[in-house]
């Protein structure tokens, strides 16, 4: 049968400072922040290669962390930077006790109308990017390719550059061809849970194969295993908004 496929990028809204909301496992992704970045001139490490994103200036906020990067915002929970460095898996409890502990801290509310104010509200805004991206095992991981070492799947040209393999493509085409085929049926809605829990285990599985390859080193692995997990959670959110009577699923990645 044909394989329709479908991307489409996804437009990003502008997150609410004063709304905390966490992704659902593995399976979708927050809104990225548009407020204005504010810098700092601190510039703190937490690992050797923990330099690549940078940023510059100066900020007067008291306790304002280091925003060298997604990591040294999170010093408590993530000391060491990024993978080798570090693990891949983070302890997502600590990241939001440390997220919010640093919200408390910088809330716009704290301060009256005036530049501290702005400040603020930039600061809030570059804490919220850097949580829900660390947050997201895909996120984390396309942002560490991208900020260390150059690799960005989810550029323009990601399509070409960044291909899928041929095995996994087969994959995505089976679970497309089987809803085809069910998706009119009586017993439609049982079958696309089992696909459903079919790619949480897929997604669990790459995320750990990205994780080991990316604590090793191993880049190229790492960039077929996220270019691997971005079709896994597009399949499944595909196959969340699935409806009986639907014959085909849309796949659609987020940057």
Same mark, same amino acid.
Request: hydrophobic share 35%; with cysteine; net charge negative.
């Given at each position: ?16 400072? @004063?709304?905390?909301?966490?992704? /659902? ?7 990225? @922040? =548009? ?9 703190? @490490? ?22 060298? &990067? ?30 919010? =502990?640093? =919200?408390?801290?910088?809330?716009? $509310?704290?301060?009256? *109308? ?13 804490? *919220? ?11 984390? /991981? ?5 900020? #260390?070492?150059?690799? $960005? +799947? ?16 087969? %994959? +995505?085409?089976? +679970? ?16 696309? *849970? %089992?696909?459903?829990? %079919? ?6 599985? @790459? ?5 080991? /390859?990316?604590?090793?080193? $191993? ?12 079709? #896994?959670?597009? +399949? ?5 908004? #699935?409806?009986?009577? &639907? ?9």
């Amino acid at each position: 049968m044909a394989f329709h496929q479908r991307i489409a990028h996804t437009s990003q809204d502008a997150c609410m400072l @004063c709304r905390y909301r966490q992704p /659902a496992r593995g399976l979708t992704t927050l809104p990225t @922040c =548009q407020s204005p970045i504010i810098r700092t001139t601190n510039r703190r @490490c937490a690992s050797t290669k923990a330099s690549a994103p940078t940023e510059s200036g100066t900020i007067t906020l008291a306790g304002a962390p280091d925003i060298t &990067n997604h990591y040294t915002i999170f010093p408590k929970t993530l000391p060491a930077g990024p993978p080798p460095g570090s693990s891949f898996a983070i302890p997502t409890s600590e990241l939001r006790r440390e997220f919010l =502990q640093l =919200q408390g801290l910088i809330h716009p $509310d704290k301060y009256p *109308n005036g530049v501290e104010k702005q400040q603020a509200e930039g600061l809030s805004a570059r804490i *919220n990017e850097a949580y829900r991206t660390l947050l997201d095992p895909l996120q984390r /991981a396309q942002y560490i390719l991208r900020e #260390w070492h150059g690799i $960005d +799947v989810t550029a323009e040209d990601a399509s070409t550059k960044h291909a899928l393999d041929a095995e996994t493509l087969m %994959e +995505v085409m089976e +679970v497309q061809e089987t809803i085809e085929e069910v998706g009119a049926s009586a017993e439609a809605e049982a079958q696309i *849970n %089992e696909l459903k829990k %079919e790619n949480e285990g897929r997604i669990i599985g @790459c995320v750990e194969s990205l994780g080991k /390859a990316l604590e090793k080193g $191993d880049l190229e692995a790492a960039r077929m295993e996220c270019i691997r997990l971005r079709f #896994w959670y597009s +399949v499944g959110e595909g196959l969340r908004e #699935w409806e009986p009577g &639907n014959t085909e699923i849309r796949l659609s990645h987020t940057s």
